[in-house]
């Protein structure tokens, strides 16, 4: 590794978490920050993942470049969200087609299914949260919804397919980053749902924001460090 790769891999995890605390304290305690450094520093922050992934992932060609269309997409998704009610469908839509890369891009490394037990209990989980939200999803939502949250569970349950059919050989420790890196996103997702659907949740933005970047930084991290 050369010095200037050195200096950015110290570098690029502090200026992200510095973005992300910035968003974070800007979009869930005006009080402290002005909600506008949120409309600056929330997609800064995705951006700044989609570097760490830039970086990496040159022995995983394919992987890489479905990884980072689903980073892209998930920038997309950030924007949009910044206004939560009229940009509430697009960014629906545009993180639907980030867990299409995602899983398209986990599949490269393993074949889609080939551990069924990650598929059951994401299904389990998913399933619970629907139908808990159910009742409160409009019904003009309800079929855009369903889709989103079974290509949610099957990323996340690719993602620990992969895991755990790595075990013991040389990309386990990247699968692992994949494999939580899901587990967050589903976490993250469903706090998001649960305060849109359900009722607010205390400090919502802080929890879902707070679980969904280490998500995409893990996501990101799944991919092999580049040798200079």
């Known amino acids: 590794m050369t010095v200037s790769a050195a200096k950015t891999a110290v ?35 995705t951006v700044l993942i989609l570097l760490h992934a830039w970086h990496r992932g040159a022995s995983e060609p394919r992987l890489a ?3 980072r269309a689903g980073l892209a997409w998930s920038l997309a998704g950030d924007i949009a969200l910044l206004w939560p009610e009229a940009g509430f469908l697009p960014g629906l839509i545009s993180f639907l087609i980030a867990h299409v890369c995602y899983i398209a891009g986990f599949c490269t490394r393993q074949r889609l299914g080939a551990v069924r037990w ?13 139908g808990r939200l159910w009742p409160s999803i409009p019904g003009a939502l309800q079929g855009p919804v369903v889709v989103y949250v079974v290509c949610l569970a099957a990323m996340a349950a690719q993602a620990w397919a992969w895991w755990r059919r790595s075990v013991g050989h040389a990309d386990e420790p990247l ?8 587990t967050l996103f589903v976490l993250s997702d469903a706090m998001l749902a649960i305060n849109k659907f359900a009722g607010p949740l ?3 933005s802080f929890w879902v924001l707070a679980s969904y970047w280490p998500a995409q930084w893990c996501i990101a991290s799944s991919l092999g460090r580049s040798r200079a």
């Open 202 to 204: 205390d400090m919502a």
């Open 118 to 130: 990650p598929f059951l209990m994401f299904g389990v989980i998913a399933a619970a949260v629907l």
């Open 175 to 182: 699968a692992r980053w994949a494999a939580w890196g899901g």
């Open 65 to 67: 470049r479905w990884l």
């Open 11 to 45: 570098a690029l995890p502090l200026l992200t978490l510095l973005s992300a605390a910035v968003a974070i304290l800007a979009l869930s305690q005006p009080a402290q920050l002005p909600p506008a450094l949120g409309f600056v520093f929330k997609p800064l922050t």
